[in-house]
């Protein structure tokens, strides 16, 4: 069942450059950005040494969610079935009520935008914010963390675009080939790892202007 929310007026995401534009303003700052700002360079080496691997496959896996999720007749093929199998099987979706899907949102105070993978409503009615990620085999699946900090940015920016939501859990859906994990999180807990993600990223981006002469 589906009860989508309205777009955020006056936001566009521009998927050839993965920027988005608020109102006709280019917004430079994104969760991930926030996130990634204090990664080392070696971590830095070996994600653009994968990409090959993970970004076709977070891809094709992100975009089959989002097709089951928005009740396509037919789904299309994937190259990952195994990953993309358990995850619609997976308990999560019975019965759901999906709220949003691939949802754009924006922080307008903080001139940032994101998008999260998912917003639905339980069988047993509670709501749920959700982020997919995919991993390469079951021993990560094992070692993946919770998107806390992530979630956290989504949350706020919720709020600011749907005030009527209410946000009762938080989840990262680890997809791997065979089997699938829900790890939920507090959304408060969420909220809390975000604020301290931004706050050392705008420290950051104050010495950084500062040592520039701005």
């Known amino acids: 069942m589906q009860s989508l929310l309205p777009p955020i007026e006056g936001l566009v995401f521009h998927p050839e450059t993965h920027r988005y534009q608020f109102n006709g303003v280019w917004l430079n700052a994104s969760p991930t950005k926030v996130l990634s700002h204090d990664m080392s360079n070696e971590a830095k080496q070996r994600i653009e040494e994968t990409r090959h691997e993970w970004e076709p496959r977070g891809t094709q896996v992100h975009a089959y969610l989002e097709q089951f999720l928005l009740g396509a007749a037919e789904l299309n093929a994937c190259e990952y079935a195994d990953w993309t199998s358990p ?32 917003l639905i409503k339980t069988a047993r009615g509670t709501m749920v914010l959700g982020d997919l990620k995919t991993v390469s085999s079951i021993e990560a699946l094992k070692r993946r963390k919770p998107a806390e900090a992530q979630l956290g940015a989504y949350l706020r920016m919720l709020n600011q675009s749907y005030r009527e939501i209410h946000v009762e859990r938080c989840v990262t859906v680890v997809a791997a080939p065979g089997e699938t994990k829900v790890i939920a999180s507090d959304p408060d807990v969420c909220s809390h790892e975000w604020e301290d993600a931004y706050e050392k990223w705008k420290a950051a981006q104050d010495v950084e202007h500062a040592c520039l002469g701005f």
């Open 87 to 118: 995850l619609r099987d997976c308990w999560l979706w019975k019965d759901c009520t999906v709220y949003g899907v691939e949802m754009r949102l924006v922080d307008r105070k903080r001139r940032m935008a994101g998008s999260c993978d998912f």
